[in-house]
């Protein structure tokens, strides 16, 4: 476990950066939102192509890989519609609410996942941590939607986040880079050079950029509904995805590279998609900023686990 808590700590040591540059008043507070532009529409994009282009993935299946990462998306996604009526029930989470704690539940960062797979893994873990990243774009947010439609106080637009969707760069980046892999020629290496030049400035640069938009402020631990998407994030997440995928066959490094993409806190783009389709974006923040701060200490745990019982 200490081995890779030293791993992933330069990661989350610039994270604590972005927390406290942003703080200081050495740096223009304007300056971050054009930082996370920046690594959103070209520098994870070049990260996500190069990987894939580079990965060699015939010692994987992939096929079981991405089936085991479906279906514990939907077993979640059955899990937490189930519990609605307790929270109901027990008052702990509000109608309002329900659609951020589905959210935080299901989304996963791979702008974390990313650079703690390089870490701690071979070539191929970051290779599928990127792939992952990109198949599951679309089924999480055709889902997340239609539990927001329901939930929400307002009509969305569903136009908007289709149109959002089409021009993913993640999704276009990786299928961009599957379609060059297919080609009976390789890439001109100074491109490639390139790309990877951007995609390694995005790894230090995109998770300072997270740390900057961590809303300590404005967390509070006393609201009741903050806790079960942190609880089922951070540990019931793994657990599903880890039996799933052994009872799939999946085993050694390849579980535990799944079991890192559940692991990670929340994706950051589902405040955005709250807001646009009126669930609790406030609750969202909230729920993002602690599973960041607590995937710190449950990231090692949970990966040690795995590594003991299932690699």
Not at 118 to 138: E, H
């Amino acid at each position: 476990m200490l081995t890779i808590f030293e791993s992933i700590l330069p990661v989350f040591l610039l994270i604590g950066a972005g927390v406290v540059l942003r703080r200081l008043p050495i740096i223009s507070k304007d300056v971050w939102p054009g930082i996370e532009q920046l690594t959103y529409w070209f520098l994870y994009p070049a990260l996500l192509f190069v990987t894939i282009y580079d990965a060699d993935f015939s010692p994987l299946r992939l096929d079981a890989l991405l089936l085991s990462l479906l279906l514990a998306v939907a077993a979640m996604c059955v899990l937490l519609l189930a519990a609605w009526p307790i929270f109901q029930k027990t008052g702990w989470v509000a109608h309002s609410e329900f659609s951020s704690v589905f959210q935080t539940s299901i989304r996963w960062n791979g702008f974390i996942a990313l650079p703690v797979a390089q870490a701690i893994f071979p070539p191929q873990g970051a290779a599928v941590v990127a792939l992952a990243m990109a198949s599951i774009i679309i089924p999480i947010n055709i889902v997340v939607v239609l539990v927001i439609t329901r939930f929400a106080d307002r009509d969305a637009s569903i136009g908007i986040l289709l149109r959002r969707m089409a021009l993913n760069p993640f999704i276009i980046s990786t299928g961009a880079a599957v379609l060059v892999r297919m080609l009976p020629f390789e890439i001109y290496e100074p491109v490639r050079v390139t790309l990877k030049l951007a995609g390694t400035s995005a790894l230090g640069i995109g998770l300072m950029a997270i740390g900057a938009a961590l809303r300590t402020e404005r967390l509070s631990l006393k609201r009741s509904s903050i806790w079960p998407p942190v609880i089922a994030k951070l540990l019931v997440y793994p657990a599903v995805i880890a039996i799933i995928a052994w009872c799939i066959g999946v085993s050694g490094l390849e579980i535990q590279y799944l079991v890192l993409c559940a692991a990670v806190p929340t994706a950051a783009n589902g405040y955005l998609l709250a807001r646009l389709l009126g669930g609790d974006a406030e609750l969202y923040a909230e729920v993002k900023t602690l599973q960041t701060a607590l995937s710190f200490l449950t990231m090692p745990l949970v990966l040690s686990v795995a590594a003991q019982s299932l690699g």
